[in-house]
């Protein structure tokens, strides 16, 4: 598999990266440890060097999972991880906190539960309205000259927050929602990312898997699936959105490639310092996701998919209320 850069950073992984969450976290029951950890290997041996976790995913069992998985490959593979939340004692997830006491603390237990001596990419989960950024951005900067974190990220940060984080330390990397059915990042966001020399690494680059072209108006998903809330997901919105799908499914039969295979393949188009993080469980879904990269679109395919998506407006909101609010300062 190619390599990209991260921005100016000069953290270089492959151009696809593996998200880890549904593995534990959200997507129905988590899957068993052992086909977890095969999954996860099966990844690095087909050319993944990308890795991304959170200890919110589970809580918690979701690092110790990637942590696991990823001890052979030590110095070979690259993994990410999240800090911003606060659990209860009973490791209910609780507020944000993104404290710098609270940033230090989650360190030295995500250290321990990944295996490693130094978290190699560390992202801010979500922007605390109660905490400065510029004293995030200097807890991180802290803790990089403390040998703990090696790159600082954000997720769903909005361009003045990212500018104001990067003049304190250096943003290697923002993660936040891009695909073809969410594309408000290319308003300000993907200019101030290209300006200050940040990558950018587009989570749910499927769609939470609408894109593959699997789900329709009548699938069910699991009660613990937590699509079941998201308005994008209600029967009346997916029926609207399947003509998103239609297209993919046209363009990437043309082109010898299924409907993710094009979706991953148009977010790899757009800049050549975006690394999408798709997420699956199954081995089979990692190798044609990863087929993605190899599938090439010419100028003339770009300007096909834009102009035929230019005719689709996508329904509903992409998460619930209260989770909306936690994005996008």
Not at 16 to 25: N, T
Not at 74 to 93: C, H, M
Not at 231 to 259: C, H, M, W, Y
Request: hydrophobic letters at 40%.
């Amino acid at each position: 598999m190619r390599k990209r850069t991260l921005g100016g950073s000069g953290l270089e992984v492959s151009e696809l990266g593996l998200g880890c969450m549904g593995l534990s976290f959200a997507y129905g029951p988590a899957a068993e440890r052992k086909d977890a950890i095969a999954l996860i290997r099966a990844a690095v041996e087909r050319g993944v060097t990308f890795f991304d976790t959170a200890e919110v995913y589970g809580p918690f069992t979701n690092e110790s999972l990637v942590g696991e998985a990823l001890e052979p490959y030590k110095g070979k593979v690259v993994i990410a991880t999240k800090f911003g939340f606060e659990f209860d004692r009973d490791g209910k997830l609780g507020g944000l906190n993104s404290r710098p006491a609270h940033i230090r603390e989650v360190v030295e237990a995500s250290l321990k539960r990944l295996r490693v001596d130094a978290i190699d990419l560390l992202y801010q989960h979500r922007v605390d309205p109660d905490v400065p950024i510029e004293d995030v951005a200097g807890a991180v900067r802290e803790l990089i000259r403390a040998g703990k974190v090696k790159h600082f990220g954000l997720s769903e940060a909005g361009a003045q927050t990212i500018r104001r984080a990067h003049a304190v330390q250096r943003v290697t990397a923002l993660q936040s929602e891009y695909s073809l059915w969410w594309r408000r990042p290319e308003t300000d966001v993907l200019p101030t990312l290209e300006e200050l020399g940040i990558g950018f690494v587009p989570f749910s680059p499927l769609g939470r898997g609408f894109l593959t072209g699997k789900i329709d108006e009548n699938t069910k998903f699991d009660a613990n699936d937590f699509r079941n809330g998201v308005p994008r997901f209600s029967p009346e919105a997916r029926k609207a959105n399947q003509a998103l799908v239609d297209l993919l499914g046209t363009i990437g039969a043309r082109l010898n490639g299924t409907p993710a295979q094009l979706a991953l393949a148009w977010l790899l188009a757009q800049k050549p310092w975006i690394v999408p993080i798709p997420g699956t469980k199954r081995i089979s879904r990692l190798e044609e996701n990863l087929g993605g990269a190899a599938l090439a679109l010419s100028a003339r395919d770009l300007r096909s998919i834009e102009s035929a998506a230019a005719q689709i407006t996508v329904q509903g909101a992409r998460y619930p209320e209260h989770m909306e609010r936690m994005t996008g300062r």
